[in-house]
């Protein structure tokens, strides 16, 4: 018999383990990129910090990546693994990272709580792009 | 070490071990069906009515009143749907609250599909309805008022004795869910003038799989299980002897301790209450301060979620629940806890903590240590407040 560490709605214990003890969570102080999805009458909200640096080859890499999230074990869970499948990928494949791929680093979701993963890959596109934004707004002044 | 503490009680309970000890003769040795003319039947009869007067009279009722089901929802089910269509050529109105059961709440939606009206009434900010609202709500097609006694979610009790008397003057049957507060808070129908009343086993230290509904004797309804003819011809079905057994003796015990039981619950959670507001910034109590069960808290956090909280505490080995969306089906947070008023990012933040027989002041103290350290790691993650 598997051994039930919490029945939390059917999880995991990969997802039990990332929302217990979740990697790269707080703020990052002056941050090249920010993205912020979800709506907390929804009971989800999740805010991601990024910042870009420059490889050896001269390419963008998301060098830190922190992240705040309100919201359930899923939430949390899915943040956390974003954050460590995204950090030290270059953009161009951080921008790659779908939900599918958080699903699959997680080992799977309950059914129900698929969104969560569509919203953490939209939080990664989202601050990413806001990267992007801040950039040619510079590159314009 | 890891703890294994229960404090959702209000969910279902253990079953009482004098409970079961009474129950155990009746599985394999005292197995007879009540319907059969032989020595076997007549003994699972008899212990039946033995039975029946017992559940009777911790709520003050005749033992002809008392109609075992299979479930409070049953239960709730049997009162409206069966005064519904007894009554549906006096009228086809009938009332009750926005902070109901689900069983009540879906069952009036179906009656609402064969043409009844229902009148859902609101309650303020502590879950509380305005007797004066029945009053007003109540017309001459009126055939039914149903209204929760103790709320299964924030615990707050409702005005019975008042909303009863109201509905005798108008002559308006009155229904009441007790799931809750049966056995724990002390009922006479008479005196209280209801008509009908849900009661279950299991949120009693009983067994699950029955429970009955009172059924006033002079009462018109009409089953919704066709059959034998079991319980006054209104719950056609094999009768559930050992269930039976074990739900009247878990009665005999309340009847008891409910005094006793009663007084120290209301101290254990006082307690806990006091300390969780105190120890926890932004933290807030649901439903009434004092019109309550003696076993339910139910608490609201701001600017975090309350599957997290629940996950959090389970992993320490503490069982509670919430009301908050992501834990239910539906991704829809509880109607009662809107129905007070909550808006949604607030009902997501809830925590029902509900106590029981064997709760004891050393659970309530490791709960009350390690909870404001889980909303503390929970709002660090949160990105709507910092440092509370």
């Not at chain 2, 009474?22 to 076997?40: C, D, V």
């Not at chain 2, 699950?208 to 004797?217: H, N, R, S, T």
């Not at chain 2, 089953?223 to 005999?252: D, K, W």
């Not at chain 2, 507001?277 to 701001?302: C, E, M, Q, T, V």
């Amino acid at each position: 018999m598997t051994k039930i560490i919490s029945k939390a709605g059917s999880y995991n214990q990969k997802v039990v383990k990332c929302f217990k003890n979740p990697k790269n969570y707080g703020q990052i102080k002056n941050p090249d990129g920010v993205g912020e999805v979800g709506n907390p009458v929804c009971g989800d909200v999740m805010k991601l910090y990024i910042k870009v640096a420059k490889n050896k080859k001269g390419e963008e890499i998301v060098k830190d990546i922190k992240f705040e999230t309100f919201g359930c074990v899923a939430a949390i869970a899915t943040s956390s693994i974003l954050t460590q499948i995204a950090k030290g990928k270059t953009l161009k494949e951080a921008l790659k990272i779908d939900n599918k791929k958080i699903i699959k680093s997680l080992g799977g979701l309950p059914p129900i709580k698929v969104h969560c993963s569509v919203l953490a890959a939209n939080a990664l596109k989202k601050a990413i792009g806001d990267y992007y934004s801040r950039n040619d707004s510079k590159k314009n002044e | 070490m890891s703890k294994n503490i229960y404090l959702d009680y209000a969910s279902t309970t253990p079953v009482d071990p004098r409970v079961v000890k009474a129950m155990l003769p009746f599985f394999s040795k005292k197995f007879g069906n009540t319907m059969s003319l032989h020595s076997f039947g007549q003994e699972a009869q008899q212990v039946l009515e033995e039975s029946r007067i017992v559940v009777a009279d911790l709520m003050k009722a005749e033992p002809n009143e008392i109609v075992f089901t299979g479930s409070a929802t049953e239960s709730n089910n049997l009162a409206l749907k069966g005064i519904a269509f007894a009554n549906k050529s006096k009228g086809k109105h009938i009332i009750i609250s926005s902070i109901e059961h689900d069983c009540i709440i879906e069952s009036s939606k179906w009656l609402e599909k064969q043409g009844f009206e229902i009148t859902k009434l609101p309650v303020d900010q502590y879950g509380l309805i305005n007797p004066e609202d029945i009053k007003k709500s109540i017309k001459k097609e009126t055939i039914l008022v149903s209204i929760i006694h103790g709320s299964n979610e924030i615990g707050t009790i409702q005005p019975i004795e008042q909303i009863g008397k109201i509905c005798r003057e108008k002559g308006v049957c009155f229904h009441t869910d007790a799931s809750q507060s049966f056995g724990k808070i002390p009922i006479d129908v008479k005196k209280m003038n209801i008509d009908l009343l849900s009661a279950s086993s299991h949120k009693m230290y009983g067994p699950k799989g029955i429970a009955c509904l009172f059924v006033k004797e002079g009462t018109k309804i009409e089953p919704i299980l066709h059959g034998g003819g079991q319980e006054l011809r209104l719950r056609s079905s094999t009768i559930n002897v050992s269930g039976i057994v074990g739900f009247a003796q878990a009665c005999r015990i309340c009847q008891k301790e409910i005094q006793k039981e009663g007084k120290k619950m209301i101290k254990l959670r006082d307690k806990l209450i006091s300390v969780v507001l105190k120890k926890i910034p932004n933290s807030y109590l649901n439903g009434h301060p004092k019109k309550r069960l003696p076993n339910n808290a139910n608490f609201r956090f701001d600017f975090i979620e309350g599957e997290s909280i629940v996950i959090q505490l389970d992993l320490l080995g503490i069982a509670v629940s919430t009301g908050s969306a992501c834990s239910s089906a539906k991704l829809e947070p509880s109607h009662v806890l809107l129905a007070t008023g909550l808006k949604h990012e607030q009902a997501h933040g809830s925590l029902r903590v509900s106590l029981g027989r064997w709760t004891t002041k050393k659970d309530i103290n490791y709960f009350l240590k390690v909870l404001p350290l889980i909303i503390k790691k929970l709002r660090k993650i949160s990105p709507f407040k910092k440092n509370d």
